[in-house]
């Protein structure tokens, strides 16, 4: 497996706070394509790794699945990095362990990698329903990224309405769910999506849009194949995210806004 270690010059020295438990599995999903379910996967997995590494003062792995049966440009981010250093005979590892996964026994496998200790983040493929229901069965959480169009905010109802159907049978009894949203030109985009997004209802709650948004910056856009040396807006999306789980298991009541 690669090396867990990761090198982040801009990245401030991590601040104390709640984390999830090994064995951790985080689902990026959106019944849509091109919802930049990729780039988000790939930088929580990133600050995971960084957190893992700062905190305990060693790895821990975090194993990335790449089960998009279409594009798999996760998958194609970690091959790149590599191949790129093979072509420039260096011998920097990548910091993730990535794989392709679009296989029938999805919810099989990660249970096998939670039994092994690793943190899972399942990129899932916007058609896939199948395998989106698989990769909820062990999941601890669903974050669906959003970026602020109309096409893309029509998608999210759908969304959780699959997610849904098989919160019953997960097997922590349950999975958190988040809308991440991405900011385009300006900040009235998101703002106009936050006013859709707030009639949604998921068992009962209204749908949790996370407070921390991320800049669709050219920056994220140039970094497949590299690792990003800027993680400080999806370590505030983490953040977030452990926060509210910690609160929840400290049996304080949540307040959506």
């Known amino acids: 497996m690669a090396s867990s270690d990761v090198t982040v010059p801009r990245q401030q020295p991590v601040p104390d706070g709640p984390e999830g438990d090994e064995g951790d599995v985080t689902v990026m999903a959106c019944l ?3 919802s930049t379910k990729t780039t988000t996967t790939n930088y929580l997995a990133f600050v995971r790794a960084l ?5 305990t003062g060693q790895g821990r792995p975090v194993k990335v699945l790449d089960a998009d049966t279409v594009s798999q440009t996760t998958f194609r981010w970690a091959k790149k990095f590599k191949d790129e250093q093979a072509a420039k005979g260096t011998k920097l590892e990548y910091p993730l362990d990535v ?3 679009p296989f029938e026994d999805l919810d099989d496998y990660i249970a096998e990698l939670q039994a092994d200790g690793y943190d899972v983040f399942a990129d899932i493929g916007g058609g896939n329903v199948a395998l989106f229901h698989k990769a909820l069965k062990h999941a601890n959480r669903l ?3 959003l970026s602020p169009s109309g096409l893309d905010v029509d998608r999210v109802a759908p969304t959780f309405t699959e997610a849904a159907k098989i919160y019953g049978d ?3 009894g349950g999975f958190e769910t988040y809308v991440l949203l991405s900011r385009k030109i300006s900040d009235k985009q998101s703002r106009e999506a936050r006013v859709e997004l ?3 209802i998921f068992l009962g709650k209204p749908v949790r849009v996370l407070d921390t948004e991320v800049e669709q910056l050219i ?3 140039r970094q497949l194949g590299k690792v990003p040396t800027n993680l400080d807006e999806y370590t505030d999306v983490w953040d977030e995210m452990m926060r509210s789980e910690a ?3 400290a049996g304080l009541t949540e307040v959506y806004r």
Do not use: D, F, W
């Open 219 to 221: 920056e994220y856009t």
């Open 170 to 172: 997960n097997s922590r």
């Open 247 to 249: 609160r929840k298991r």
């Open 198 to 200: 707030a009639p949604l």
């Open 99 to 101: 794989e392709r996964y």
């Open 51 to 55: 957190r893992r590494k700062r905190k």
């Open 32 to 34: 849509k394509g091109g």
């Open 143 to 145: 974050i669906v990224p």
